[in-house]
């Protein structure tokens, strides 16, 4: 499973956008990008999972480069309840669905 | 998405003690997995849980320590056995996602050993 690293936290205000970078170096080429949403005392919630180009949903948008070294995921307009800890995974999806958490971005939302 | 619940949602116990965990899923699956999340740390995948076959255990995880029964297709149960301090943790189960090769996770058992 290739490695990732994110930024330990991250700090935003009420209406910003915010944009967590993840770096993969070692990306495989069936490799897929999943990001996770972690709430205190709750399991993980997937959010979004992309393979190139521009990825969005209803929740956010993940924006990976043409040589998918690393990857963007964005927040717009967060809220209080957006705090949270968000992890990138990298890997193929179906592949035993293994998933290998890193640390982890804390997003902490201020009003 | 798969609805999951986990049993008990909190526990203290004493070291040397046992705690088995349960875990439901409200559809069928083939793939149950079982996490660890120690305090402030991130998650690490303890076992892989097939229906009709032992558990795959991961690196440092062994049977005896934390035995796993997949007795049908959405249900699952992770003992801790012999519990030290060290195993305060919180243990979410999690579900495949077929469609998208990611998991629907429990809401976690929070554990404390004393």
């Known amino acids: 499973l290739a490695k990732t690293t994110q930024p330990i936290s991250m700090d935003s205000y009420e209406g910003q956008e915010v944009n967590i970078t993840c770096s993969h170096n070692?990306?495989?080429?069936?490799?897929?990008i999943t990001w996770y949403q972690q709430f205190p005392s709750q399991g993980p919630r997937f959010i979004i999972q992309?393979?190139?180009t521009k990825v969005t949903n209803e929740v956010a948008s993940l924006f990976i480069p043409a040589d998918r070294k690393s990857s963007t995921l964005s927040l717009p307009r967060v809220s209080l309840s957006d705090t949270a800890v968000y992890y990138c995974?990298?890997?193929?999806?179906?592949?035993?669905?293994?998933?290998?958490f890193g640390a982890g971005t804390t997003v902490t939302v201020r009003a | 998405s798969a609805v999951i619940s986990q049993k008990p949602s909190r526990d203290i116990c004493q070291r040397g003690t046992s705690l088995t965990i349960q875990c439901q899923v409200d559809?069928?699956?083939?793939?149950m997995f079982w996490y660890r999340q120690q305090p402030g740390q991130s998650l690490t995948l303890i076992a892989t849980?097939?229906?009709?076959?032992?558990?795959?255990?991961e690196s440092g995880f062994v049977i005896d320590k934390f035995p796993i029964s997949r007795p049908n297709l959405t249900f699952s149960t992770l003992t801790v056995s012999n519990m030290s301090p060290e195993d305060s943790s919180i243990y979410l189960c999690?579900?495949?996602?077929?469609?998208?090769?990611?998991?629907?996770f429990g809401p976690g058992t929070r554990l404390l050993v004393l």
């Open positions: 849980a097939n229906q009709g076959s032992e558990a795959t255990y």
């Open positions: 992309g393979y190139k």
């Open positions: 559809s069928q699956v083939t793939m």
């Open positions: 999690s579900v495949e996602d077929g469609a998208r090769g990611t998991q629907y």
């Open positions: 995974l990298v890997g193929v999806p179906s592949n035993d669905y293994k998933l290998s």
């Open positions: 070692n990306i495989a080429t069936n490799d897929y």
